[in-house]
């Protein structure tokens, strides 16, 4: 650690920006300040994250290989006796995102890990005090936050019918009358600070092993869950090599399996790597659709319901690098930070709770996540492995590296999280785009969930004749995702830019 070192930050909120500014001029590096941004994310989103929730770190170290700490969600019901039937959780439908089906309640809360991969991500490799971390987060939480737009967006489908299940959920998100609060109102989530200052106070433990985690079981078992004492005291987050790939000059390191991501992500960018893209003209349009349809099929039909991820991920790489994955298929919510330092340090941090379970153990203002009830990507639902298996995930937080140049990205956005960072890496890497124009450039995502195949579009593309049905969009939605990006290279120096479809903070270390 110098004090010359200097940070960039992209993050989800102006709040979690200046939470990682105010860690770096403590003498935080890139993991510190990404771990305390996205704990301001997670604390002052409501609906769009909670703390409750899985998450991963992609982290490269300049003189070390690029690795991944896996905080996913897992199966909960670890020592449930054979007398004890869980229910099967609600199942809502929102008209959110065109229209969908998830199941929330206690039934639908999955083992929670993404507090553990940011602990252990700041004892590897961070040079701050767990306190000094958790300091923004725990004054957010006390003073109140102004509710984001992306929150009040999202709440209006979900405010009553998820997040009003608990009293103290709906009165934080609720005034007097029952109405949603407004766009810039205070939140105060009752219980929440405190819960945060223990955690700030006694470590991570106390939420898997304390007096926080009995409350969450506790909570869970009554409502008819399946989560445990022994399912929080038992979960571990753990180092993974990063799957990498190459694209252009660059090497690129992702969420490797068996989040399923990752292995997405790293296949779509191989079909682009051979013939890079120069500009977004008919026949590049059709390539990316094409890619997108060929890699998002492979996922639903091979990935999604695979016995063991790595070996389908494996056979998806082979596919790309071959060039038949073309061929062979033509037929949340989510927070994200990166961060880069003037070191070399890398870190990108996704975390979801999916969409919400609705569920706020009295006396902890912590909202649970409803990762066993995200249907179009736990497509086994509740038996979905014995308790301890990790759940599927669409997370790619990644770090990339050419020419002494870093870069670290990741987005929110459900299943567009790697076709949001498909078209921004193009836009940057290979087209030369600057960070904030790649990021604001319109993008298009191929729908593959229901047939006839359908194609959500943004305004500004000159699409082709593709023979699908276009849903079409305005301007930098943020159904979209919400790409974080930033960057070093010596000879540029620092930059970071945040996504305009969610509302974003960035800081840079003059």
């Known amino acids: 650690m110098t004090r010359s070192r200097r940070v ?71 020592d449930l006796t054979g007398d004890y039937d869980p229910d099967r959780g609600t199942k809502v439908y929102m008209e959110y995102g065109g229209g969908l089906h998830t199941i929330v309640g206690c039934a639908s809360v999955a083992v929670p890990g993404a507090l553990a991969a940011f602990d252990l991500a700041v004892r590897r490799y961070g040079n701050v005090r767990w306190r000094q971390i958790m300091a923004p987060s725990v004054r957010a939480a006390r003073t109140g936050f102004p509710l984001p737009r992306a929150c009040h967006y999202y709440l209006q489908y979900t405010g009553k019918s998820i997040f009003g299940r ?14 949603l609060r407004g766009v810039g109102s205070t939140i105060v989530v009752p219980h929440l600070a405190d819960s945060l200052e223990a955690i700030a106070n006694d470590g991570v433990r106390i939420f898997y092993d304390g007096e926080l985690a009995a409350r969450i079981a506790a909570h869970v078992r009554d409502g008819g869950g399946s989560l445990t004492r022994a399912d929080l005291a038992g979960y571990e987050a753990f180092e993974r090599p990063a799957l990498t790939v190459s694209m252009s000059d660059w090497r690129f390191a992702v969420n490797p399996p068996p989040a399923v991501g990752g292995a997405v992500l790293a296949a779509m960018l191989t079909c682009f790597a051979d013939d890079p893209a120069r500009r977004w003209d008919h026949p590049t349009i059709e390539r990316l659709v094409r890619v997108q349809q060929a890699a998002l099929s492979y996922r639903r039909d091979r990935l999604d ?24 298929y033509r037929s949340a919510s989510t ?16 975390s979801s709770a999916g969409y919400g379970s609705g569920e706020m153990p009295a006396g902890t203002g912590l909202w649970l996540n ?28 990644g770090v990339a590296r050419s020419d002494g140049g870093v870069l670290a990205f990741g987005s929110p956005g459900a299943d567009r999280i ?44 000159d699409l082709p004749e593709l023979g699908m049905s276009v849903r079409n969009y305005p301007s930098t939605s943020m159904y979209f995702g919400g790409v974080g990006a930033a960057s070093f290279a010596p000879d540029v120096g620092l930059a970071a830019a945040a996504d305009p479809r969610r509302e974003g903070g960035v800081y840079v270390s003059a």
């Open 305 to 328: 319901l695979a016995p063991e991820v790595a070996g389908a991920a494996d056979e998806l790489m082979v596919l790309a690098e071959s060039g038949r994955l073309l061929g062979r």
């Open 370 to 397: 409803n990762c066993m009830g995200e249907l179009e990507l736990n497509r086994r639902g509740f038996d979905a492995g014995p308790p301890g298996v990790r759940l599927p995930s669409n997370m790619t937080p």
């Open 166 to 179: 608990s009293e103290d959920g709906l009165t934080a998100l609720h005034d007097g009358d029952g109405a």
């Open 8 to 78: 960039a930050v992209a993050t989800t909120s102006t709040l979690a920006s200046e939470a990682a500014a105010e860690i770096a001029a403590a003498g935080g590096n890139a993991v510190d300040c990404a771990v305390t941004a996205s704990l301001v994310a997670m604390n002052t989103e409501p609906g769009v994250c909670a703390l409750a929730s899985g998450g991963f770190v992609t982290v490269w170290h300049p003189r070390e290989a690029p690795i991944t700490i896996d905080g996913g969600a897992a199966v909960p019901g670890r």
């Open 418 to 461: 790697t076709t949001a960072l498909l078209q921004f890496l193009i836009n940057h890497v290979q087209i030369g785009l600057p960070l904030a124009e790649a990021n604001a450039a319109p993008r298009l995502h191929v729908e593959v969930g229901d047939f006839p195949l359908a194609l959500s579009a943004e305004d500004g593309l």
């Open 335 to 350: 927070v994200h930070t990166s961060a880069v330092d003037s070191d070399g340090l890398a870190c990108a941090i996704t």
